[in-house]
């Protein structure tokens, strides 16, 4: 009786000691004005049963671009890190002598990663079936993705921001126009990196010899859409201190983006094309024969997307996954409520140590985590990132995490510190929301999975907080 007092004492100073936060991460969020209440945290040992720290653990908490981590784990689990989309192209007329007596028709099935250069391989694929001039016009089918996925709807006031474009079944680099900025010895140069005439740019920009520092705070920028293309018109100023800078933005809807940059691929390879833009379900068509298959093109492995998901936080990348996870679990169209199902469902499949991984707090509103709805807990994340671990897709999971210190999101971050080079992390942040979570070696080289979500209006304070936690985790003896 008495050997099973001692034990139930000691599992209680046990349960203590893991709801307390070590005492730099303590200390660091005083600092920033951010109470523990708002605070969340998991730390496990992946070879352990149990957590070493865990801090309102069972708290809904929004984990902004963190979200990324269960779409992705998700999707390499259901579809396999060999999962490729398809582009298709058909035609609905007669190749004579290298001419199409018809329609050219494309049906996208929501690649994430079908950027310029890979259609210029698919057009060049479609002359060398034999297709030189198209006499009728480009019908671009979307209808793997539902119609209400399309509309244009944002996060916030930055309307043109590149991370508020919505999905899109055949998206060509996703519709982004990037444009840099470069000092010259005269003025401020502004530029496409990939160029479409469609998009005009009137640049009043003037240098500012000073430092780089918040450089985008310095301009501004004005959209004007027109009924071919768009005007953008860059005001304020710049520093040649900062050399080349970029901004992304997203000012042409999907369909015109990629009908733009069809008329301008198919010419520089040579090809006559007079035609207009059309978007339509041929999915009759495609049954009954009318349309006919010319060819498919697939896309690079899941494996190799996740990692630009996951490693530069591409949301859109990220909401295209959650509709194709979707679409070939429940059947086309996709929708993100489709998506969201499955991945509730997964979880709820999933056990770690005869424990159901089954999230009733899940939110999941487009997977990327950019949502002002979105939730999970710290345990079930923590849970979720230990069976990762131990699953058949470890290995393409870990590689689409940013290495601290690396690369990816957290370059930067920690480069003089112990732990620099020694965790794979995944940040995330909006308003009010910052989290981190991934995982860390020990001093021993023994992984641990980390949490750590704050839903504070000082939450963009948190970092040192985050960065304590991560320096705790790897001095673990």
């Not at 893991?18 to 303590?26: F, G, M």
């Not at 019908?139 to 209400?148: G, P, V």
């Not at 923590?382 to 699953?391: E, K, N």
Request: hydrophobic residues 45%; proline residues 3%; neutral net charge.
């Amino acid at each position: 009786m008495k050997n099973v007092f001692v034990f139930l004492v000691l599992m209680l100073v046990g349960l203590n000691a893991q709801a307390e936060l070590p005492a730099t991460v303590s200390a660091a969020l005083k600092k920033a004005g951010i109470p523990q209440q708002s605070v969340a945290v998991y730390v496990q040992a992946v070879e352990s049963n149990r957590a070493i720290l865990s801090h309102n653990a069972d708290k809904s908490m929004n984990p902004a671009s963190v979200m990324k981590l269960v779409t992705t784990n998700a999707a390499l689990d259901l579809l396999t890190p060999a999962y490729c989309w398809k582009t298709e192209i058909y035609r609905n007329g007669e190749v004579v002598n290298g001419v199409l007596q018809g329609d050219l028709i494309i049906k996208g099935y929501g690649d994430p990663s079908f950027k310029a250069q890979e259609f210029w391989r698919l057009l060049m694929s479609l002359q060398q079936a034999g297709v030189k001039e198209i006499k009728g016009d480009l019908i671009i089918d979307k209808s793997y993705f539902a119609q209400n996925v399309g509309a244009r709807k944002t996060f916030d006031e930055e309307t043109w921001r590149a991370y508020n474009a919505e999905p899109s079944a055949f998206l060509v680099n996703g519709r982004n126009t990037s444009f840099k900025f470069i000092a010259t010895e005269t003025g401020v140069n502004v530029s496409q990196e990939f160029e479409l005439p469609e998009v005009q740019i009137i640049n009043i920009m003037k240098l500012n010899q000073g430092a780089c520092g918040e450089w985008r705070s310095r301009f501004a920028y004005t959209v004007t859409p027109k009924a071919n293309g768009a005007t953008v018109t860059f005001n304020g100023t710049f520093s040649p201190n900062c050399g080349e800078r970029y901004l992304e933005l997203s000012v042409i809807d999907d369909e015109k983006y990629a009908y733009y940059t069809f008329k301008k691929l198919w010419r520089q390879l040579g090809g006559s094309f007079e035609g207009q833009l059309k978007t339509q379900d041929m999915t009759t068509q495609i049954l009954n024969g009318q349309a006919v298959k010319v060819l498919v093109q697939f896309s690079e492995p899941l494996a190799y997307v996740a990692r630009e998901i996951n490693k530069w936080s591409n949301n859109l990348m990220a909401r295209q996954l959650l509709l194709t996870i979707g679409a070939e679990k429940l059947g086309a169209p996709a929708s993100e409520a489709k998506g969201a199902a499955v991945i509730k469902d997964w979880l709820a499949s999933k056990s770690l140590n005869a424990q159901s991984l089954a999230a009733s707090e899940l939110v999941i509103e487009n997977g990327s985590g950019l949502s002002r709805i979105e939730r999970i807990n710290a345990d079930h994340l923590g849970r979720m990132l230990v069976s990762a671990y131990i699953s058949p897709v470890m290995p393409e999971f870990m590689a689409s995490l940013p290495i601290l210190a690396q690369d990816g999101t957290i370059q930067k971050r920690l480069n003089e510190s112990p732990a620099a080079h020694h965790a794979h992390l995944k940040t995330g942040s909006i308003n009010g929301v910052s989290a981190i979570a991934g995982y860390v070696l020990d001093a021993n080289s023994h992984r641990h999975v980390l949490v750590m979500m704050v839903n504070h209006t000082n939450a963009s304070a948190s970092k040192s907080a985050q960065d304590a936690l991560i320096e705790w985790v790897h001095q673990q003896p």
